[in-house]
Every structure is written in structure tokens, then in C-alpha cells.
């Protein structure tokens, strides 16, 4: 039986956001001792420059236009530079749990830059979900485990970073989506990580000579390689091919699974623990995203 495009770029989604949601834990346990979070990033982008650029010279070559090469350095520097460099700064400082249900704000905030830039038009029952998914994000910024304001601990500035992050994504999934439709995957790929190393090497460089390799245990070996392989190639490559069947909105709204997937991998092992607040938030992101994706005629894209 054959698969229609569009049902392999849900599949594909589905995988990549499984894959993201166990990532929050397993970054988080690479940063606590051995890597330092711009270290990690510079690292990443190397990994996924060298890993692209190979892949790309066994497959048909396409000529990228100047114009589409100056519009993809853009989305670089929103998709690759501050999308990992606020990722990884901010789970250091958050939890596993924060991080991932901040990020579940992203269709809302999709479907703003869809309205600006997109011109989609915003109804009264998606700005009332945009209202319930910013009152959900807010919360969890601006309170802690025991539900007092807490503007000076390490975790609000890791949460203010992780909505840096979901923001940057945002933009980016809009922008990037003018170029998936003229050329392949991996040729946008790793052009973008070409970029992307330009503005990460001169921030995360001195963090990455200061590695002690010598020092890490093979179970961080094998979490840097998850890292590498299995969200910044296997499923960063799952959302580009995605994006050019199904529309940025759609990429975004599988985001709201990542909580569920990370909350029970951190809790497996025993990294985090689901707060009170962090239900009611999750509730109210959840509710926010589903007045912004509810369609009265359901229409399969």
C-alpha cells in the first residue's frame, strides 16, 4: 500500500517530536558536568555541517540561487544560531519539563508571525487562544515550584532563554518555508549549518577548547551521539522533509507532545518532577493552542 506524502510528513513529525521531547533529559545530563552549553552548540553545528555536506555529495546537486542563499543565512541565524544557542543556555538553567512546555507555545507564536508576515487573518477564537497560551507561558516563567514570583534564580533566566528559543523557531519555520519548496532537504540543510557555524564559532569556540574528552564517560559519549545524530540530522531532516508537504502551522502544533514525552523520560530517571503549576500551565498552553489550530471544516493537509 502506498503511503501518501502528506501521511509521511505526519509520521515524520510524530518520530521527530518523540525524538525531541526524550532530548530535553538527555542534553540537560551532557551539560550539568562535562560541556559547556555554547561548547555544546559549536559542536552540534560541526556535526551536522560535516554530517549534511557528506550526505549532500552522494545525492543530485542543485545550484542555490544568491538571493535564496542570502534568505537562508537568515533563517540560520533564527533556526540554527538562536534556536540552539537559546536552547542549550536555557535548559542549563531550567528543567527538562520548563524547557519543553515553553516550547509548546510555538504554533501560538507561529500563527502571530503567519498573521504578520503570512497576512493570515487572526479571529476572535485565535486571539483567545493566543491570551490562554501567553497566560500558560508567563506562569511558568514568572513562578516557581512553590507558586511564589521568582525574577532572580537561575530558572526564570533558563525559561526566559527557552521562550527566546520557541520564538526564534517560530520565525524561522515561516521563514524557511519559501526555500523548501524550490529545493531539496539536504540541500537547504547544510547550507544553513554553513551559516549557522559562521555566527556560533566566534561565542561558542573558547567553550568547546576547554572540553576535557579524556574526562567524559561513555554514557555521555552516547548522549552527545544522541544528540548529534538523532535530533540535529534525524529529526531536524524529519521537519524539513514535513515542511514541504504540510503547512509551518502544522510542524508547530506536534510541539504541544514534547511535554508528555519529556516529562515522562525526566521522571524515568529521575532528572525532574511534575509540579502543580506546571500542570495548570501546561493546561492552559494546551487550551491556547487548540483555539489556534481549531478549524470548523477539518481540511487534510
Known sequence: MKIEPRHKAHMALAFANILFGMNYAITKGIMSDYVAPFGLALLRVISGLVIFWTISAFMP???????????????????IFLNQVMFLSGLNLS????????MTSNPVIVLVFSAIILKELITPRKITGIIFGATGAVMLILFNAEGKLDFGSDTFLGNIFQLINTTAFGFYLILVKRVMKKYQGVTVLKWLYVFGLFYIFPVGIQDFTQIDWSSIPPAIYLSIAYLVIMITVVAYFMNMYALKHVMPSTVS????????VASIFAMILGMDRLTWLEVIATMLVFLGVYLVSYKKKVVPD
Open 61 to 79: 546537486q542543485e545550484k542555490v540561487a544568491r538571493k535564496d542563499l542570502l534568505w537562508i543565512a537568515l533563517c540560520a541565524f533564527f533556526g
Open 253 to 260: 502544533t506536534y510541539i504541544y507532545s514534547q511535554p508528555v
Open 95 to 102: 528543567t527538562p519539563i520548563n524547557a519543553s512546555i515553553i
